[in-house]
């Protein structure tokens, strides 16, 4: 059964750091383009990072260009994002997601994560 985990989210104070994974089950999360989403309240769900299955590419919002990162522990099959110089937009709630073979999609449940002082 594929499943997606989340973890590593709370509250920071703004300039603070934070590290979220993303732990994958029943499939291999280095042969899927993983990714990280978030919704904020009152907003749409929005595309923050991803990290492509074949050579590791990069992308990222605008927003977070520059303060988050995105990487990939094969041999624990789980996805990270490191999130540095946080500030109070970055509130939302983050979401792991596989794009796997077929374009089958899976969403993990969420982490909430609050900056405020």
């Known amino acids: 059964q594929v499943r997606l985990v989340e973890s590593g989210g709370g509250l920071v104070q703004p300039g603070g750091s934070l590290r979220l994974s993303c732990a994958a089950s029943?499939?291999?999360?280095?042969?899927?383009?993983m990714s990280w989403h978030r919704r904020a309240p009152g907003k749409e769900r929005e595309l923050v990072a991803l990290?492509?299955?074949?050579?590791?590419?990069?992308n990222y919002s605008d927003s977070v260009k520059g303060r988050f990162t995105i990487s990939r522990d094969n041999a624990k099959n789980t996805v990270y994002l490191q999130m540095n110089n946080l500030k109070p937009e970055d509130t939302a709630v983050y979401y792991c997601?596989?794009?796997?073979?077929?374009?089958?999609?899976?969403w993990g449940q969420g982490t909430q994560v609050t900056v405020s002082s």
């Open positions: 990290i492509t299955s074949t050579g590791g590419d990069t």
């Open positions: 997601k596989a794009v796997r073979r077929l374009g089958a999609t899976n």
């Open positions: 029943g499939f291999t999360a280095s042969s899927a383009v």
